[in-house]
């Protein structure tokens, strides 16, 4: 567990250098690095999907995914409940940097299976890894949005902890095709929110956000009925 506290403090004191950077960064140069974070975004989103896709024994769950959840984030008002929380910090679009952050922070093989080898094995390799990526990711973002961004390390400590206590429990449930379908689902949302951040289309990533849960209930209901 310890490991998964230095990831969220990673997240913290990333978004606190960046903060502390963009006061002497002129507007330019902000736009610059928010160009290049969207674009990362963008080109890293759509690798993730791509590359596990091609593991994939179910193709087009992803599909039923991302519908559902977006469904259900609609339903919720995932997006004016966060820009609601978030008005009175820092920027105005800060829910979008806040959003990036959490896809790039906790989707990923580093971010879901390290928690999963650590509960497992107590190898926390992956997970100082995944720290170290977030501090940086945090940097660049911080940069842009402000120091708001640090919601993205309690978001990523919760993310890997569920995990974590998933993996105590029942080691059988996280598997490899769990992490492959819930891949294919976070790399998407990572392109959407790269497209977000360059302006190009504005996709509510954060109403997809359940889609992430929606291969795990498929998984637990395909386990219930021995399918």
């Known amino acids: 567990m310890l490991a998964i506290v230095f990831n969220a403090l990673a997240a913290i004191i990333g978004s606190a250098i960046g903060a502390i950077a963009r006061k002497g960064i002129k507007e330019k140069y902000i736009n610059v690095l ?3 974070m969207g674009l990362a975004a963008l080109v890293l989103g759509i690798n993730v999907a791509m590359t596990n ?3 994939s024994k179910y193709p087009v769950l992803f599909i039923f995914c ?3 959840g977006g469904l259900l984030g ?3 008002k ?3 409940r966060m820009e609601s929380a978030t008005r009175r910090m820092s920027t105005s679009n800060l829910v979008e940097g806040i959003t990036t952050g959490v896809l790039l922070c906790c989707v990923g093989t580093l971010s879901m299976m390290g928690p999963v ?3 497992l094995y107590g190898d926390n390799t992956y997970l100082m890894t995944a720290a170290t990526l977030n501090l940086v990711t945090m940097i660049v973002l911080a940069s842009s949005y402000g120091f708001g ?3 993205t390390g309690i978001v990523i400590f919760v993310w890997q902890a569920s995990i974590y206590g998933i993996a105590k429990v029942s080691q059988t449930f996280i598997s490899e095709q769990l992490i492959t379908e819930v891949s294919v689902v976070g790399g998407v949302l990572i392109a959407a929110s790269g497209l977000g951040v360059l302006n190009i289309k504005d996709c509510k990533t954060i109403n997809l956000l359940p889609a992430l ?3 795990m209930l498929f998984f637990l209901i395909k386990n219930l009925l021995g399918i």
Do not use: E, G, I, R
């Open 34 to 36: 928010n160009t290049a």
């Open 53 to 55: 896709m091609a593991n």
């Open 66 to 68: 991302l519908s559902l």
């Open 74 to 76: 609609t339903v919720l």
């Open 78 to 80: 995932l997006d004016q």
């Open 117 to 119: 080898l650590s509960a």
């Open 149 to 151: 961004t640090a919601v």
């Open 213 to 215: 849960v929606m291969p």
